[in-house]
Every structure is written in structure tokens, then in C-alpha cells.
């Protein structure tokens, strides 16, 4: 600088000269900073944003999108009314569940395989996986020993069994043609909203978003939940999932083109492990 302007001082602290010359010099040092991280997108392991996704794109296609989670509640009301198609019910946490199909308030039955008691608990076992959830009410009758049969708030214990309290202990196992009845609809839902948070567990309490006359305002999430609800494949999964591809494609029947060929051709499929003859 001196020498291209020689009445100039640039070893002056605080002058504007000093300070032209240090922005430039700052910015020669980002243009190389720059360029740097640039590189790093050209390669495949180490691309980030939009780099990532026209690679991936061109590999795997788009990111898995986010999903809604489905599943069951129960409603209770008068026998006869309908729920229809399209009526919504809200969670503590804000989140929005609408009914896929009209449900009915009906009654129904199932048999006891078994009916069993521990000091005041009683266990009723029946055949097939059938949905429940805590506090559905059931009415027992048919059993000779007199203690079983009432009206009774449920515990689920699987998709075949639940348990109740007795008024008072009694013989065990029950005996006689024992009936497990209750009267509820069975609320087939998915949120409204996409991603993990709209899962939910096992008997969460659902609030009716309208008044429905003839239906009790809240409704219970069933033994198996809200699931199913997925957030946007991260970049992370996408870029792994891109050189899991790249790595495998041209080998037959390894264990990369098989998780690709899956994940590929059946619908619904994120995620697929290979048991291979190497495995213990």
C-alpha cells in the first residue's frame, strides 16, 4: 500500500486504510473457508442441505415424508348412535384425531376360555385379539359362583385378557357359561397432523371436539395405541440410506440390494434387516 501510495501510512492503527486492508484480507480468508466446504459437497458421505438432496434424489429419491398415526378409542353412549365419518377428538397435548369411518354405539359379547381369581382379582381370558382399553366397563354374568358376575371397570392385561376387582374373594376358576358383555363404539381414528408426536399410548384419554348428542364426550385409546405416526425421514437416515444404495447396487443379492429392493418395492417399508447364514 505504502509503495502504490507513498504519502500514505498504513502501519497508523485505527486508519481507514488499516481497515480496507484487513476486510479485504478477511474476506480473501472466507472465500477459502468457502471453497473448503464446497468440496465437501461434491463427495456423497459429506453432503449437507441442498447438495444431499439432489445427490440422494438422483439415488434413492426424496426423503421418506412424515406420517399420520392410526389406531382405536372407544366411545360409550346410547346404544344406536352414530359417530359419524369425519368428527374429531383432541388429546391433552393439542393434537387432532379424526374418525375414518362412521362407528356405532353397539352391544357386544365374547366368551370366557377361562375366568380366574387371585384374592379380590379376577381374570378373564377369552379367544382372539380383541381391542380394549382400561376402565371400559363390562358386565360378567354366567358364572355359578355368584362373586364373578356385576358390572365391572376393566384393567387390559393383552388382547385376549383383562382383569376386574371382585366385591369379595371367591373359588377359583369359575365355573359355568361365563359372557363378557359391554357396550361401546370402536372409533377408528387418524391425526390430522403428521409426525412422531401423534402417537399415543395405550389408554389416552380422547375429548370429543363437538357435542355429540347420545355419545359421552370422551373416548380411550385402546390397548395397541395411536401408532404409525412418523416425522420426515432426517438428513442423517437420507444420506445413509443413499450410500447404502450406492455401495450395494452393483452387487446381486447382497445384503444392501436387498434392503434397497424392499424398501423400494413394498409399500410402507422404511426399514428392513437381512438374517444372513453369518449370523448367530
Do not use: C, H
Not at 447438495?51 to 415424508?65: E, F, H, K, Q, Y
Amino acid at each position: 500500500i505504502q509503495e502504490q501510495i507513498p504519502e500514505s501510512d498504513p502501519f497508523v492503527e485505527a486508519n481507514w486504510i488499516t481497515a480496507l486492508s484487513d476486510s479485504n484480507a478477511n474476506r480473501q480468508y472466507d472465500f477459502f473457508v468457502q471453497l473448503a466446504l464446497l468440496r465437501e459437497q461434491m463427495f456423497w458421505d459429506k453432503a449437507t442441505g441442498t447438495s444431499l438432496s439432489r445427490w440422494a434424489n438422483v439415488w434413492v429419491g426424496p426423503p421418506n415424508p412424515a406420517t399420520q398415526s392410526t389406531g382405536i378409542a372407544f366411545a360409550t353412549g346410547t346404544v344406536g348412535t352414530d359417530i359419524l365419518a369425519g368428527e374429531q377428538l383432541t388429546s391433552a397435548d393439542g393434537i387432532t384425531y379424526e374418525l375414518t369411518a362412521t362407528a356405532t354405539v353397539a352391544t357386544g359379547s365374547t366368551n370366557a376360555l377361562s375366568l380366574t381369581s387371585s384374592g379380590t382379582t379376577a381374570t378373564f381370558t377369552f379367544s382372539g385379539d380383541f381391542p380394549m382399553s382400561n376402565n371400559l366397563i363390562m358386565t360378567i354374568s354366567g358364572a355359578n359362583e355368584s362373586a364373578y358376575n356385576g358390572t365391572f371397570p376393566i384393567s387390559v392385561i393383552d388382547g385376549a385378557s383383562f382383569s376386574y376387582t371382585l366385591p369379595n374373594s371367591t373359588t377359583s376358576p369359575a365355573t359355568g357359561t361365563i359372557v363378557a358383555t359391554t357396550t361401546a363404539a370402536g372409533l377408528f381414528l387418524q391425526s390430522v397432523d403428521f409426525g412422531e408426536d401423534t402417537n399415543q399410548d395405550a389408554n389416552t384419554t380422547l375429548t370429543f371436539t363437538n357435542t355429540l348428542a347420545g355419545i359421552d364426550s370422551t373416548a380411550m385409546v385402546t390397548q395397541d395405541g395411536l401408532g404409525g405416526g412418523s416425522d420426515i425421514e432426517n438428513p442423517t437416515d437420507y444420506r445413509n440410506r443413499m450410500l447404502e444404495r450406492v455401495r450395494g447396487y452393483l452387487a446381486f443379492f447382497s445384503v444392501d440390494t436387498i434392503k434397497t429392493f424392499i424398501r423400494d418395492n413394498v409399500s410402507g417399508v422404511t426399514k428392513v434387516w437381512v438374517f444372513t447364514p453369518d449370523d448367530s
